[in-house]
């Protein structure tokens, strides 16, 4: 019996669509060829860079990094990172948008401290209103709070960045209902960002429906950061493909595989 061919699935965001629902950082790893080869592994589309820690274009003197991922492969997502109030976050948005020649679609976080690296949501709000009315496609990272994801959705957010739980930390999704909860009143493509450790944690947040993962240190800290970018790119697919299929119901006691139906004593 021959293996059926997985249907073709895709997510749209900000009116453009993509076949990688695995969204990558270029952080933390031990240089750009490194960098190259996990992404090119993981078959991201959407690469994101913190514009305050990377050169794409800031600095003549230092190597880009979009010569080793080139916008003419990769959908390069600029962000926040490293933004503590909502007026550098903006400012940050709009350097990037000089430096990408217009580009408008953005990662929008601002962190309340460092310890933590939770989000502020209240200045994380504040950020998003205005960048929206300034023709930016905001992609905003934020906490599990389903009420604080739909606000953001409602001021014009094209899509909502829940984190499974704190930034680096690999802890994996501490709190699944909320994700859920999240997942099934959106109207805008939710993604995991931040958390996740290994392969089953992106299989479980695809399994919960969400549109996508966004992960840096899980692939960039691994021992092979390339192999791990493979395995995060299978598990986003299986994992997506089970939530398609419908699981089976979670039940307290055992059900026989086999009916006793039609069974010969």
């Known amino acids: 019996m021959s293996t059926p061919t997985p249907t073709p699935d895709s997510f749209t965001v900000a009116g453009r669509t993509f076949s990688s629902r695995l969204l990558v950082g270029t952080g933390k790893y031990k240089d750009h060829a490194e960098t190259q080869a996990a992404i090119a592994a993981s078959g991201a589309e959407i690469v994101t860079i913190a514009v305050r820690r990377t050169n794409i274009g800031q600095s003549q003197d230092e190597p880009n990094i979009l010569e080793v991922l080139p916008p003419d492969r990769y959908t390069i997502l600029p962000n926040t990172a490293g933004c503590y109030d909502a007026k550098t976050a903006m400012r940050t948005c709009r350097l990037a948008r000089e430096l990408l020649d217009g580009h408008k679609l953005c990662k929008l976080e601002v962190l309340g401290d460092q310890q933590t690296l939770f989000p ?31 606000r953001l959705e409602e001021v014009g957010c094209c899509a909502v960045m829940p984190l ?6 690999g802890l994996g999704i501490r709190n699944k209902l909320n994700i859920l909860t999240i997942v099934e009143n959106a109207k805008v493509p939710i993604l995991v960002d931040a958390g996740v450790g290994t392969a089953s944690d992106a299989a479980v947040a695809m399994e919960l429906g969400c549109d ?9 800290a691994a021992r092979d950061p390339v192999l791990m970018a493979s395995a995060m790119r299978k598990a986003i697919q ?25 069974l010969f004593f």
């Open 164 to 169: 499974a739980a704190p930034i680096g930390s």
């Open 120 to 150: 502020d949501v209240v200045a994380t709000l504040q950020a998003a209103e205005e960048l929206v009315k300034d023709g930016f496609d905001v992609m905003v990272y934020t906490n599990d709070d389903p009420i604080m994801a739909k």
């Open 212 to 220: 996508g993962v966004l992960m840096n240190t899980a692939i960039a």
């Open 238 to 262: 299986a994992g997506r493909e089970a939530f398609l299929a419908g699981r089976m119901p979670a039940k307290r006691f055992a059900s026989a595989s086999s009916p006793l139906e039609g």
